[in-house]
C-alpha cells in the first residue's frame, strides 16, 4: 500500500452564533474520514477554523456592546469545546483573525494582482444614511415587488420565491436602523472569472473522472459556464470587520476571501507549531503545484460554487496547487422536515451534549452517509432503535455475555488457542469486514455499517448457539466455553476495530476492558489469543426516550420570550410598594455565599453570564445571570464571593442547566450590581 498524506478541512463555522447538529453532520463526516485514513496507514493533518470575518459579527458585536474580537474569541472557546466534546479531534482548530491568515491572503491577492487577474471599476449598492455603510442584499428589506409581501429581502421573497435585486424592491429599508437606503456609488475590486474558465472546466472533470467531486456536483456547476463567467467581487467598503486590502485605504476583503484562505492559515499554524511531525517548511511543500499531497476539502451543498469555482480559481490564479477532492454532503432534517425552532428539532450542539452520548449520533449519522448529496434525516425513533439494537444490543452485548465467564472460570485470560472451524469463523468475519476500509474511504459509511451489523448478527447467532450460560453449568464443558467464550470477545474485538473511527470514545472503552491500544485496521487480520482482559463495566447503555424528549424540550425552551413587564397606569418613575411577606416566607429561601471558580460570556446570548461557583458543603453550582451588560469582563469576577438563592428548582436551558439565582441590586441592563460579603464569609455560609 502507498502511503499517503493528506491535509483535511472541514468547512468554517461562521462565529456568529452556536454550532448546531447541522454543522456536526459535516464535522462528523470528515472526523470519520480521518480516522479512518489513519487507521489505513496514511498520514493526515486535520485543521478546521472559525469564520470570523463579516458585516454580521460587526454588527452583532455593536449590539452588544463589546468589540468584535471578544465576541468571535467567546464563540471560538466555544466552538472548539462542542466540536471536542463530539470526539471531533482537530489536529489545530484556528479562527480566521489571525496574524497568518492575513499574510496568506494578502500573498494570494497579491500574487493574483501581479498576474493580470484582478480588475476595478465602480459600482452603485444601496447605502443606509444613518449608520453611514453599505448594505449587503440581506441587510435590506421591502415588498416583494411580485406577490407585494411585506419584510422581505434584498435578493429573494422568502413567500413566492421571485429573486431579484434590492433595487426592485418596494418601499425598502436598512434593516440595521430602519432608515431608507440611497444608491450610491464606490469603487470595488474583482477577480476575473471569465480566465479560467478553460482551466475550470478541465479541472471540474478531472476531478469527478478522479473520485474528486460528485458528478451531480460537476453537472450543477456546467451551468455557470453557459453564459460565461463574470467577474467576482472580492472588496466590502468601510465599516466592516475583516483585512483590509494592500495598498487600499477603506476597503476590505469580502469574507469569501479569506475564509477558504484560512484552511492554508490553519496549516500553517500547525506546522509552525512542529506537532504533527511537521516542520514550517512543509506548508510550501504542500501548497507547490507540483506536490504529491493531498488537499481535500469537506463541505455543505449549500457552499458548492465557492469550494469549486472561487477557491480553485484562485490558488490557480496565484500559482499555487488545486484541491484534490472536495467532499459535498446534503442538509440535515429531523424526522423528516427542515429544522424547527417551534418543534424544538433546531438542536444546539451543546444541548444533545446536555442529554445524550456524542457517539450515539456519530453512529446514527454514520448509518446514513453515503457518498451522494442525499440529505441526512435525524428521525428521533429510529435514532433512539437503531443506537439501542446495533451499538447496545448487537455489539456491546456480545461482551457483556460473555466476560464474567472469562473471569469466574479462566482467571481473566483468553484460549491460547482455537480450534480449526472458530478460526476459519474468525477469518471469514475478518475478511469481509476487511472491505469496510475502502467503504469509508469512500464515504460510503452507511454501507460500511451495513456490513459491521451482519457480522455482529453472525456473532450473536455464535453465541446463542452454544449458550455459554448453560455450558456454564456443565463442568465437563469448561474447555468448550473457553473457546465459545474467546471467539465471541474477538468477535467483540473485530467489531470494536472497524466501528472506531464512527464511536472513537466508545471503542477507546472497548480497548481499555480488552486490555491493548489499537491504532491500526491491521490488528483485526488475526484474533487475539492466550492474553488477559480487564473486568466488564458497561461500554454503552440503551437511550432513554425521556432523555429524547428532555432534549426537545430544552430546545424549545430557548425559545421562549421573556415576560411582558404589566401595565401600569402610574409613571415610570414611581415605584409600587412590595407586598408584605412573614418571617416564615423569607425563612423558605436559601441564601448562600459562594466564591466565584469561573466566569464568562456565553456564546449564543447577549445577557448571561455563565458563572462556576464553590458553593462549601453544596459543591459546585453552575449558573446562568443575566448581567452580561453590566460586566464586560467577566473574567475579573473570579474570586469575588456572591450571594445566591441555592433552593431554587433547576432550570434547563439550551446553554445547560442553570442551579440557581445570584442576587444583584438595581434597575437592570447595565445598571445592575453584584451583592458582596465581608472576608469572614465563606463558600457555602447561609446567609440570614
Known amino acids: 500500500m502507498t502511503k499517503r498524506e493528506i491535509l483535511v478541512t472541514s468547512a468554517l463555522p461562521y462565529a456568529n452564533g452556536p454550532i448546531h447538529l447541522g454543522h456536526m453532520l459535516e464535522h462528523i463526516q470528515s472526523d470519520i474520514w480521518v480516522r479512518a485514513m489513519r487507521m489505513a496507514g496514511h498520514?493526515?493533518?486535520?485543521?478546521?477554523?472559525?469564520?470570523?470575518?463579516?458585516?454580521?459579527?460587526?454588527?452583532?458585536?455593536?449590539?452588544?456592546g463589546i468589540t468584535p474580537e471578544a465576541l468571535i474569541d467567546g464563540v471560538w472557546k466555544a466552538h472548539s469545546a462542542d466540536l471536542r466534546d463530539f470526539g471531533v479531534a482537530y489536529d489545530h482548530y484556528s479562527s480566521t483573525h489571525t496574524h497568518a491568515n492575513r499574510e496568506l491572503t494578502a500573498r494570494i491577492w497579491l500574487a493574483l494582482k501581479a498576474n493580470g487577474h484582478t480588475e476595478s471599476r465602480p459600482v452603485k449598492q444601496f447605502y443606509d444614511p444613518v449608520k453611514a455603510m453599505f448594505l449587503p442584499d440581506r441587510y435590506i428589506k421591502g415588498e416583494c415587488p411580485k406577490c407585494h409581501s411585506k419584510d422581505q429581502y434584498g435578493d429573494g421573497c422568502e413567500v413566492c420565491g421571485t429573486a431579484y435585486t434590492p433595487a426592485d424592491l418596494i418601499n425598502p429599508y436598512s434593516v440595521v436602523s430602519g432608515a431608507t437606503p440611497e444608491l450610491k456609488e464606490s469603487t470595488h475590486f474583482f477577480v476575473k472569472l471569465a480566465d479560467f474558465e478553460t482551466m475550470l472546466k478541465a479541472w471540474l472533470v478531472a476531478r469527478r473522472d478522479a473520485g474528486g467531486l460528485q458528478p451531480e456536483v460537476v453537472n450543477k456547476l456546467q451551468e455557470w459556464f453557459a453564459d460565461g463567467l463574470r467577474s467576482w467581487d472580492v472588496s466590502r467598503d468601510a465599516p466592516y470587520f475583516g483585512f483590509e486590502i494592500p495598498g487600499e485605504p477603506g476597503k476590505y476583503f469580502y469574507v469569501w476571501v479569506d475564509a477558504p484562505v484560512g484552511y492554508l492559515a490553519a496549516f500553517k499554524e500547525l506546522c509552525d507549531s512542529g506537532r504533527?511531525?511537521?516542520?514550517?517548511?512543509?506548508?510550501?511543500?504542500?501548497?507547490?503545484?507540483?506536490?504529491?499531497?493531498?488537499?481535500?476539502?469537506?463541505?455543505?451543498?449549500?457552499?458548492?460554487?465557492?469550494?469549486?469555482?472561487?477557491?480553485?480559481?484562485?490558488?490557480?490564479?496565484?500559482?499555487?496547487?488545486?484541491?484534490?477532492?472536495?467532499?459535498?454532503?446534503?442538509?440535515?432534517?429531523?424526522?423528516?422536515?427542515?429544522?424547527?425552532?417551534?418543534?424544538?428539532?433546531?438542536?444546539?450542539?451543546?444541548?444533545?451534549?446536555?442529554?445524550?452520548?456524542?457517539d450515539y449520533l456519530r453512529y446514527f449519522f454514520a448509518t446514513q452517509l453515503g457518498p451522494t448529496l442525499a440529505d441526512v434525516d435525524l428521525d428521533m425513533k429510529a435514532f433512539e432503535e437503531r443506537v439501542n439494537s446495533h451499538l447496545v444490543g448487537k455489539w456491546v452485548n456480545i461482551a457483556s455475555r460473555c466476560a464474567g465467564f472469562v473471569h469466574k472460570f479462566f482467571d481473566g485470560k483468553l484460549a491460547a488457542s482455537l480450534p480449526a472451524t472458530e478460526t476459519a469463523n474468525y477469518a471469514d468475519a475478518a475478511k469481509r469486514l476487511s472491505a469496510c476500509a475502502a467503504l469509508y474511504e469512500a464515504r460510503d459509511y452507511a454501507a460500511a455499517m451495513r456490513l459491521i451489523v451482519e457480522v455482529a448478527d453472525t456473532a450473536n447467532a455464535y453465541i446463542a448457539e452454544h449458550a455459554p450460560w448453560t455450558m456454564a453449568k456443565d463442568e465437563s464443558k469448561r474447555d468448550a466455553l473457553h473457546v465459545v467464550c474467546t471467539l465471541a470477545l474477538n468477535y467483540f474485538?473485530?467489531?470494536?476495530?472497524?466501528?472506531?473511527?464512527?464511536?472513537?470514545?466508545?471503542?477507546?472503552?472497548?480497548?481499555?476492558?480488552?486490555?491493548?491500544?489499537?491504532?491500526?485496521?491491521?490488528?483485526?487480520?488475526?484474533?487475539?489469543?492466550?492474553?488477559?482482559?480487564?473486568?466488564?463495566?458497561?461500554?454503552?447503555?440503551?437511550?432513554?426516550?425521556?432523555?429524547?424528549?428532555?432534549?426537545?424540550?430544552?430546545?424549545?425552551?430557548?425559545?421562549?420570550?421573556?415576560?411582558?413587564?404589566?401595565?401600569?397606569?402610574?409613571?415610570?418613575?414611581?415605584?409600587?410598594?412590595?407586598?408584605?411577606?412573614?418571617?416564615?416566607?423569607?425563612?423558605?429561601?436559601?441564601?448562600?455565599?459562594?466564591?466565584?471558580?469561573?466566569?464568562?460570556?456565553?456564546?449564543?446570548?447577549?445577557?448571561?453570564?455563565?458563572?462556576?461557583?464553590?458553593?462549601?458543603?453544596?459543591?459546585?453550582?453552575?449558573?446562568?445571570?443575566?448581567?452580561?451588560?453590566?460586566?464586560?469582563?467577566?473574567?475579573?469576577?473570579?474570586?469575588?464571593?456572591?450571594?445566591?438563592?441555592?433552593?431554587?428548582?433547576?432550570?434547563?436551558?439550551?446553554?445547560?442547566?442553570?442551579?440557581?439565582?445570584?442576587?444583584?441590586?438595581?434597575?437592570?441592563?447595565?445598571?445592575?450590581?453584584?451583592?458582596?460579603?465581608?472576608?469572614g464569609a465563606k463558600a457555602g455560609m447561609p446567609v440570614k
Open 43 to 64: 498520514r493526515v493533518h486535520f485543521v478546521c477554523a472559525d469564520d470570523a470575518h463579516g458585516s454580521a459579527i460587526m454588527l452583532r458585536a455593536e449590539k452588544e
Open 276 to 358: 504533527n511531525g511537521l516542520k514550517p517548511a512543509d506548508l510550501e511543500r504542500f501548497i507547490a503545484v507540483d506536490s504529491n499531497t493531498e488537499m481535500i476539502h469537506f463541505i455543505g451543498k449549500d457552499i458548492i460554487y465557492f469550494h469549486t469555482l472561487f477557491w480553485p480559481a484562485m490558488l490557480h490564479g496565484s500559482g499555487l496547487r488545486t484541491p484534490t477532492a472536495v467532499n459535498v454532503h446534503g442538509f440535515l432534517t429531523v424526522n423528516g422536515a427542515k429544522m424547527s425552532k417551534s418543534r424544538g428539532t433546531f438542536i444546539e450542539a451543546r444541548t444533545y451534549l446536555n442529554h445524550l452520548d456524542a
Open 493 to 679: 474485538r473485530l467489531l470494536a476495530i472497524w466501528l472506531a473511527p464512527v464511536v472513537p470514545a466508545t471503542a477507546a472503552r472497548a480497548f481499555a476492558f480488552l486490555g491493548e491500544e489499537i491504532a491500526h485496521f491491521d490488528a483485526a487480520a488475526q484474533p487475539r489469543l492466550d492474553a488477559a482482559i480487564n473486568e466488564f463495566s458497561a461500554l454503552a447503555t440503551r437511550i432513554d426516550t425521556k432523555k429524547i424528549d428532555a432534549m426537545i424540550e430544552a430546545s424549545k425552551e430557548n425559545l421562549q420570550p421573556s415576560a411582558a413587564p404589566a401595565a401600569t397606569a402610574a409613571p415610570e418613575t414611581t415605584k409600587p410598594e412590595a407586598a408584605t411577606i412573614s418571617i416564615d416566607d423569607f425563612a423558605r429561601l436559601d441564601l448562600r455565599i459562594g466564591t466565584v471558580l469561573e466566569c464568562g460570556f456565553v456564546a449564543g446570548s447577549d445577557k448571561l453570564l455563565r458563572f462556576l461557583l464553590d458553593a462549601g458543603e453544596l459543591g459546585q453550582r453552575q449558573i446562568f445571570s443575566g448581567i452580561r451588560a453590566a460586566y464586560q469582563e467577566p473574567e475579573k469576577l473570579v474570586g469575588r464571593k456572591v450571594v445566591f438563592i441555592a433552593n431554587l428548582a433547576p432550570r434547563k436551558m439550551r446553554f445547560g442547566v442553570s442551579e440557581g439565582m445570584i442576587l444583584s441590586a438595581g434597575t437592570g441592563g447595565g445598571d445592575l450590581h453584584l451583592l458582596d460579603a465581608d472576608a
